[in-house]
Every structure is written in C-alpha cells, then in structure tokens.
C-alpha cells in the first residue's frame, strides 16, 4: 500500500508569494493534519481535517489555510510568505479523528527568499 | 498546557553501547504517547504507541516504556543505521493533535 504522499517535496518562493501544498493520505484514512518543523525543532501543529471539516487548529496566524477533499486528499495554503515560514511541512494520515497512530508523508521543504 | 521535554538533546554511542533516551511529559489525559524516528531531510517514522503506565513495547533493539511521567527508549547493542533523531509525542483526550519534543538526535558510531 502507499503510504503518505505529499507534493512539491522542495519548493522555493519569494517573501509576499502564496504557496499550495499537498497531501494524499494512506487509502482508508480520513484524518489528514498538517505540521511544521522548523530545523531543530519538533514539529508543531497546523491544523486536523476530518471528513472534509476542520476538527483542530494550532497557533498560527491567519495566512495559513486548508481544506480537504471528497477523497480525503487536503492542501495547505500560506499567503502572504515571510522568511520565517521557511520549514519542513509534514502531512500525517490516520484512519479517524481520534485514532492515535498518525503516518507522516515525507514533507514539503519551503523556503522563502 | 501540554508539554513535552526530551533528553539528552544530543547523544554519541560506539556500535554495540547501549543506552536509554528520556522523554518527560505534561498532559491532561493522555490518550497515548508516542515513538518516531526521523532521518535527515525525511518525515517521522512510526515507532510505537503507548497508552498506559507500566506498558513495554519493543522493535528489533528498540524498547520503549511508559511511566505516569515519562517515557524512555532503550536502544540495545546499537547499528551505525539506528543513527538519527528519535522523536516523542503525546496525544491528549482533549485534542487531537500531537505536542512533540525537540528530539534527541543519536549518532552511533561504527
């Protein structure tokens, strides 16, 4: 089976762009979440999507979006870049809201410029 | 807050020493805790899951353990490629998301 597949794996942007990312979950998951690692540090929670809504959001401003899809896939939006956005972008899969193990895809590398 | 700490932040062990990393948390409800490792450049690996006090799980040279307030891996008699960052979570009832630690990052030498 596939595991997590995100897209670009490696994306390079000018300060004051938008950048899309994303994910495709593992075939049978319905939960998608979004983190960012920024190097050296653990990765820190974006949002959680479930069946197409929101369930979670972390502490990040308002530049930051998502949605998921009929099919469970889910993109990532930033508007507006800053420098300090420049990070890993991990997507992790797992069959339900709740579900306790998560499968992370091998992440978007952004870095802004 | 949930809250996570690991130790020791960076670790070298020569091939075959083994050794415990440290993984001490703060949760209101734990729902369960978690074991990844992560290699340079790539998204965390699944390790384990813990759920409650007193539970033992283990892989290939790999033992985690799980206390009211924290958690260790053993690495038993470690490879060059048990080399990486080896990162710990936990999930609260209260949410869904993961509260991660900054990792500690092993480095065994051959």
């Known amino acids: 089976d596939a595991g997590v597949t995100q897209s670009p794996t490696h994306l390079i942007k000018t300060r004051g762009q938008h950048v899309t990312l994303r994910c495709s979950p593992i075939?049978?998951?319905?939960?998608v979440s979004w983190y960012q690692q920024v190097l050296g540090q653990g990765p820190q929670f974006i949002f959680q999507y479930y069946e197409k809504e929101e369930r979670g959001r972390g502490n990040f401003p308002d530049r930051f979006s998502a949605r998921q899809f009929p099919n469970y896939s889910s993109e990532l939006n930033v508007n507006a870049l800053l420098l300090g956005d420049s990070a890993l972008y991990l997507c992790?899969?797992?069959?339900?809201?709740?579900?306790?193990?998560?499968?992370f895809g091998q992440g978007t590398r952004l870095t802004v410029v | 807050e949930d809250q996570v700490t690991q130790s020791p932040e960076a670790l070298r062990l020569q091939e075959g020493e083994s050794s415990s990393l440290n993984c001490s948390y703060t949760v209101s409800g734990l729902r369960g805790l978690f074991w990844y490792r992560q290699d340079p450049g790539k998204g965390p690996e699944f390790l384990f899951t813990?759920?409650?006090a007193g539970e033992e799980k283990e892989k290939e040279r790999l033992k985690a353990t799980l206390t009211k307030k924290e958690s260790f891996l053993h690495i038993t008699a470690p490879k060059p490629e048990d080399s990486a960052t080896y990162l710990c979570?936990?999930?609260?009832?209260?949410?869904?998301?993961?509260?991660f630690g900054t990792g500690t990052s092993l480095t065994v030498i051959p």
């Open positions: 075939s049978g998951h319905k939960s």
């Open positions: 979570a936990v999930q609260s009832f209260t949410g869904n998301q993961f509260y």
């Open positions: 992790a899969s797992s069959r339900y809201r709740g579900n306790t193990e998560a499968f």
């Open positions: 813990l759920y409650s």
